[in-house]
C-alpha cells in the first residue's frame, strides 16, 4: 500500500480541485463510493449525497464504533497562490471538509488493510450537507444512521488553533447556531415630519442595543452567550422614513438552558420595541445546530488516542469556541467527542470560510493517526485483551528503549515490521506507529 501520508494529500487533492456545494456532493460521493467499495468495504443502505459504510470486526455483536467526515464546500471564491486550487468558479473547499474527507478514506484504507488487528466494528459516516440548515447530520439521524452504534467520534483541522496540537474539551466544545429575522413595518413619511410617522430606523437601532443588553444585563456573565445582528437593512432615503426595515442575525449558547434563555428574551425585547414605537414587529427565530456537548469519557478517548498513536502532535488544552457543527445532532443520540486537529502557522494563516483559507497537508496525517488511534483505543477498552498484552503504535506488544532518540531505524526493534516508522517519544522510547 502507498506511504498513508501521501495517498491522504492525494485525496485531499483531487477533492479540493472538485469542490461541491451542500447537497450537491455528487461526484465527491461516487469517488468515496468507488474507493470504498474497492477496499471491498461494506455500503449501508443510505440515501445520498453521502457514505455510510462498515467494516464488520471484532466479535460478534460486539461494539460498532463510528467516525465521521463532513464533505460539502462553500460559496466563496478561492484567492490567493496554493499549491491547489479550486477548478470551480465561486465554489471552495474553505473550512477544510475536503482535509477531513481525505483522513477518513485514508483512515478506511488503513482498516481494510487491517482487518485482523481490529477489535471493534467501525462505520464510516461520510455525510453531506454541514454547512446548510437543514443539516446533514439531522437526516441522517432521521435515517437510522446511527442504528446500532455505541460511540462516534469526529474532528476537524483547525485553523485557530496552533500547528500540531490536538485539543478536545469535556462537556461542551461548540455551540449552537440559532438565527433570527426581525421585520419591521409601519406607514413611513416625510423625514421632516416624523411625528406623523413611526422612525423604524430608530426602533431598530435601539433594538440592536437592546439585544446587547441581554447578553451584558440578563445573561449569567460565567455563561457564554453571542447575539450579533449582522444585517440592518431599510430602505428610506435622504428625507424619506421607511415603511420596512429588516434586522438579522445569530444567537450562540454552550448550553441549552442559555439557548432556550435566549430566544425568550429576543421575543421579550421585539414585543417590548413594538409596544414602545407603535410598529409592527414580527419575530422568526430559527433554530439550528445544538451545541456539542463531548462525553468526558470519550474525550479522554480521544486525548489517550493522540498521546499514544499520533507522533508529532501535542495534546493541549482548548477553550470552547462559539462556532457551530453539526456532529452536535449526533452527540444528541450517541456518546462520543470531537476534537480539533491544530493547523495554525506559516502554512495555514487565514481563517476559515475565506477566499485565503488553506490547510496545512502535513496535518492530516495526524488525523488520520487519530482516527486509527482512537479505533485501537476503543477496541481495547470495550473488548479487552484476551489476545495478548496491549498493542503499542504498530499493533505488537513492543516498547523497547532506543539508544538513538531520533528513532533511525526503520524496523520495530521486537517485531521487525519494516514497514514501520520509528518515532522518539517523550521519554526517550522507540515506538513504530499504529499506521506504517
Known amino acids: 500500500m502507498p506511504h498513508l501520508e501521501e495517498r491522504a494529500i492525494a485525496h485531499r487533492r483531487h477533492l479540493h480541485r472538485r469542490p461541491e456545494l451542500s447537497g450537491e456532493e455528487h461526484e465527491t460521493t461516487r469517488y468515496i463510493a468507488d474507493r470504498l467499495r474497492g477496499l471491498g468495504i461494506r455500503h449501508l443502505d443510505f440515501a445520498g449525497p453521502g457514505v455510510v459504510a462498515q467494516i464488520d470486526a471484532g466479535r460478534a455483536g460486539g461494539p460498532i464504533v463510528a467516525l465521521r467526515a463532513d464533505i460539502d464546500a462553500l460559496p466563496v471564491p478561492e484567492d490567493g497562490a496554493k499549491a491547489t ?169 454552550l448550553d441549552q438552558e442559555t439557548r432556550d434563555d435566549a430566544q425568550r428574551w429576543l421575543t421579550e425585547a421585539t414585543d417590548a420595541a413594538a409596544a414602545q414605537s ?74 476559515h470560510h475565506t477566499p485565503l483559507f488553506d490547510i496545512d497537508e502535513e496535518m492530516l496525517i495526524t488525523g488520520v493517526e487519530l482516527m486509527v488511534g482512537i479505533i485501537h483505543e476503543y477496541g481495547w477498552e470495550h473488548v479487552g485483551g484476551s489476545r495478548g498484552p496491549r498493542p503499542s503504535r504498530c499493533g505488537c506488544p513492543c516498547t523497547s528503549p532506543s539508544s538513538s532518540p531520533t528513532g533511525a531505524s526503520t524496523t520495530c526493534p521486537r517485531c521487525s515490521c519494516a514497514s514501520s516508522r520509528p518515532t522518539a517519544s517523550k521519554a526517550g522510547v522507540k515506538r513504530c506507529r499504529t499506521l506504517m
Not at 94 to 112: F, M, Y
Open 278 to 351: 407603535g410598529a409592527d414587529i414580527d419575530l422568526v427565530y430559527r433554530r439550528g445546530t445544538p451545541p456539542v456537548i463531548n462525553d468526558p469519557v470519550a474525550a479522554a478517548f480521544v486525548r489517550t488516542a493522540a498521546e499514544n498513536h499520533c507522533s508529532d502532535a501535542v495534546v493541549a488544552p482548548v477553550r470552547p469556541v462559539m462556532g457551530g457543527e453539526d456532529f452536535s445532532f449526533y452527540l444528541e443520540q450517541r456518546p462520543g467527542a470531537f476534537a480539533f486537529i491544530g493547523m495554525g502557522g506559516p502554512l495555514s494563516r487565514h481563517g
Open 85 to 253: 486550487v479550486s477548478e470551480r468558479p465561486g465554489v471552495s473547499h474553505a473550512c477544510g471538509h475536503d482535509g477531513h474527507t481525505a483522513i477518513l478514506l485514508t483512515v478506511a484504507e488503513w482498516a481494510a488493510a487491517h482487518v485482523d488487528r481490529l477489535r471493534t466494528s467501525v462505520r464510516f459516516i461520510f455525510q453531506s450537507s454541514e454547512e446548510q440548515i437543514p443539516s446533514g447530520a439531522e437526516r441522517l439521524v432521521r435515517m437510522g444512521a446511527l442504528e446500532g452504534i455505541d460511540h462516534i467520534f469526529g474532528l476537524h483541522l483547525w485553523q485557530e488553533l496552533d500547528r500540531g496540537n490536538v485539543g478536545v474539551v469535556d462537556g461542551a466544545m461548540m455551540a449552537s447556531t440559532d438565527d433570527f429575522d426581525i421585520t419591521l413595518r409601519g406607514p413611513g413619511g416625510h423625514g421632516a415630519m416624523p411625528q406623523e410617522s413611526i422612525d423604524l430606523i430608530v426602533t431598530a437601532a435601539r433594538l440592536v442595543t437592546d439585544l446587547q443588553t441581554i447578553v451584558g444585563r440578563k445573561q449569567d456573565p460565567l455563561r457564554p452567550l453571542v447575539i450579533t445582528t449582522g444585517h440592518l437593512e431599510a430602505h428610506g432615503n435622504h428625507n424619506v422614513l421607511p415603511a420596512q426595515a429588516l434586522l438579522q442575525g445569530t444567537v450562540r449558547a
